[in-house]
């Protein structure tokens, strides 16, 4: 059971690690109030393809990473009360 825990813990280091250096290296999404004042458009070709583009294929596996250090949270958390 401990050689679980160990390997768990070093894993969700990893995932921690990778989760911000995600969080850190990623674009602004949001261009806040301006585009609600100059009615930007998002039916583009750019906003249709959006996930085959370099950001989203980060958004999509920061989401992974994000739901992989939640499970591992509550895992990590149910072993170590056991």
Excluded: P
């Excluded at 583009?53 to 895992?75: D, N, Y």
């Amino acid at each position: 059971m401990e050689i679980i825990r160990t390997i768990l813990t070093v894993i969700y280091f990893i995932i921690a690690i990778v989760v911000i250096i995600l969080a850190l290296i990623q674009s602004k999404d949001d261009s806040g109030l301006s585009s609600t004042i100059t009615g930007s458009s998002t039916n583009n070709f750019y906003e249709k393809n959006k996930g085959r583009t370099k950001e989203g294929k980060q958004k999509r596996v920061m989401i992974i990473c994000s739901i992989i250090f939640a499970i591992l949270t509550i895992v990590l958390g149910i072993l170590y009360i056991a």
